[in-house]
């Protein structure tokens, strides 16, 4: 009888366990296609064709967005021209767009706002798109970089991938 009573208990607790992880997996999913949706409010290319990839170095971290298409020069040149808006922006505190986009609770955001004169940003052209590097020597912006690139990569799902350097 005891045994069949831990039996239960512990089919009840996998059934709960997997009923939650399930839920959190929906609302990661719809997170994720809100972020997609909203994706133009901020970003003028298409996020469906083109990739963020986020790479945290030892320094901080690189931004890259790149067009799935390397022949697409429309796309190019519009991550190109964001992206270095972007950098300008950064360098000054100024995270307005990833705040619309992703909220004002984003991780890492606001060590990056309130010590922007801590944080190097460093624009480049790539061939088929742009790159934003960031440097931090104080390790609470260093570490603010590396959760921000993270929350970034959770957020964009499949528009996203940790890193592919070349």
């Known amino acids: 009888m005891r045994k069949n009573i831990i039996i239960a208990v512990l089919a009840v607790v996998v059934v709960s366990a997997v009923a939650i992880i399930i839920s959190q997996k929906q609302r990661l999913e719809e997170r994720q296609q809100e972020i997609h949706d909203r994706g133009s409010l901020v970003m003028p290319f298409d996020l469906d064709k083109t990739t963020h990839v986020f790479k945290q170095t030892d320094e901080g971290g690189i931004q890259q967005v790149r067009a799935k298409d390397s022949n697409d020069t429309e796309q190019i040149q519009l991550i190109q021209q964001h992206l270095r808006e972007e950098a300008d922006r950064f360098a000054r505190g100024d995270f307005g767009d990833p705040q619309m986009l992703h909220g004002d609770n984003m991780p890492g955001l606001d060590v990056l706002i309130t010590q922007a004169d801590e944080l190097q940003v460093e624009y480049k052209d790539l061939d ?19 959760l921000w690139f993270m929350a970034q990569v959770m957020d964009h799902g499949s528009d996203a991938m940790p890193h592919m350097m070349q």
């Open 128 to 146: 088929d798109g742009a790159q934003i590097t960031y440097i931090a020597d104080n390790p609470e912006v260093f570490n603010a970089i590396h």
